[in-house]
């Protein structure tokens, strides 16, 4: 059963950082491209960032371009969102997604509130 | 990377049928056929109904089904469920490695 697990998420300051992780099982991990997607609370999905099966190749959304950093380490199965400078507007849930150009598969997401 | 454009909610009846769209731009949907259809209950994850503007993914019935001219996507949801009432977000490749949403459609079963 394919699983993806997302934790490190939390409440902090503006101006802070936060690392974000997805861990991956029952399915090549290595083998697939992988997302993040957010939700603020109340709202629609906000593509973020994605990631190619071997790490070489990255896509940001403009709002968080030079602040959010995709990464992953295939082998421990695991997906990262290195976040830094948060605002509040990043206040969301993080869901991690496998796919390409389509997630069939997604987390339950992690929750990382921004608030003073 | 503007949003795609999806209108805030849609309905019918039971057994009715339902069409959602989704206006994008040259720049996305209307260049690439990486149209992808989300279905999200309350308090869940979203679930993938439809990938390349019109295929299936296994399990989803094919009461779904998609379409694309220009820069517009639509998603048809024919005899229309109970369980068919959620919100439905579109999404599309928008090139440079981007992908771009829609604001999503909140479609309820009357």
């Known amino acids: ?116 | 990377q503007s949003a795609l454009t999806q209108p805030p909610s849609a309905s019918g009846s039971p057994g009715q049928s339902v069409t959602i769209s989704c206006t994008g731009s040259s720049s996305d949907v209307g260049s690439y056929d990486y149209v992808s259809w989300y279905q999200q209950h309350p308090g869940r994850a979203p679930k993938l109904m439809i990938y390349e503007v019109n295929k299936w993914p296994s399990g989803v019935p094919d009461r779904f089904s998609g379409s694309k001219s220009g820069n517009t996507a639509s998603l048809t949801v024919s005899g229309l469920q109970a369980e068919d009432e959620a919100d439905y977000y579109c999404s599309s490749y928008a090139g440079r490695n981007t992908l771009v949403f829609g604001g999503g459609t909140k479609l309820t079963v009357l």
């Open chain 1, 1 to 116: 059963e394919v699983q993806l697990v997302e934790s490190g998420g939390g409440l902090l300051q503006p101006g802070g950082s936060l690392r974000l992780s997805c861990t991956g099982s029952g399915f090549t991990f290595s083998s697939y491209w992988m997302h993040w997607v957010r939700q603020a609370p109340g709202k629609g999905l906000l593509w973020v960032s994605r990631i190619n099966s071997d790490g070489t190749t990255t896509g940001y959304a403009d709002s968080v371009k030079g602040r959010f950093t995709i990464s992953r380490d295939n082998a421990k199965n695991t997906l990262y969102l290195q976040m830094n400078s948060l605002r509040a507007e990043d206040t969301a849930v993080y869901y991690c997604a496998r796919g390409n150009m389509a997630s069939e598969y997604w987390g339950q997401g992690t929750l990382v509130t921004v608030s003073a």
